[in-house]
């Protein structure tokens, strides 16, 4: 089963934890993409529900698939969202942002009863920090601020798309932190959440309540 299908089965899952009244977070990313689509077709099947989107890109997909998008003027609460993740440890801690949208992907989760996280098998690992921790931070400070991501003990690079730094949905830069290993999550987060200037950080702890990873012997669930 390549990546792809094994994406596709852990959203497939996932929708079918949707009912009908439901406010639903809306994630981002290619693996979130394919359970909007999901979502999209249980819509005009009759499902009734109203979507709260975590980034531009899934707003747009969602309006174009007939689902009912809404800000926080409308919804205060959300029963249930659904987002991917770049990588999950065993103890569902998350790294997310490799989409540079985890800003709106915190928010969301925070302010969810519930949230379901989606990911290919490979996403799956002992410890997190293979993959780059996403920084995101205000534009005003970033060139202080690298130095002071050096000092906690990883490589840091502003993110760059086609040639300029990479610009977030709130108008942000994203400082990419290389720690190769990151030893204690849970400090490393407050560490960076008191760093002024620093706006999000992309470690989800105590966020995620369900894990459906896609596997060749089909979806594995963890559950908290
Ligand atoms: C975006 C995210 C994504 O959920 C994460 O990058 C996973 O993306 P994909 O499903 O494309 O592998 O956190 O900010």
Redesign the pocket.
Known sequence: MTEDQQ?QIAAEAAVTYIEDGMVVGL???????KMVDLVGKRVKDGLDIIAIP??EATAGQAKELGIRVVGFDEVKIIDLTI????EVDPEMRLI???????LR?KIVASLSDRMIV???NK?MVNQLGTFKL?VEVIPFAAGALLPKMEALGCHPEIRMKDSAPFRTDENNLIIDCAFEMIEDPENLALTLSTIPGVVEH?LFIDLADIVLIGTEDGVKKFSR
């Open positions: 994406k994630g981002t990313g290619s693996t979130a993409a975590t980034s987002d991917g993740t770049d997310k942002g490799g989409g540079g949208a985890h992907e989606i990911a290919e996403k996403p992309g």
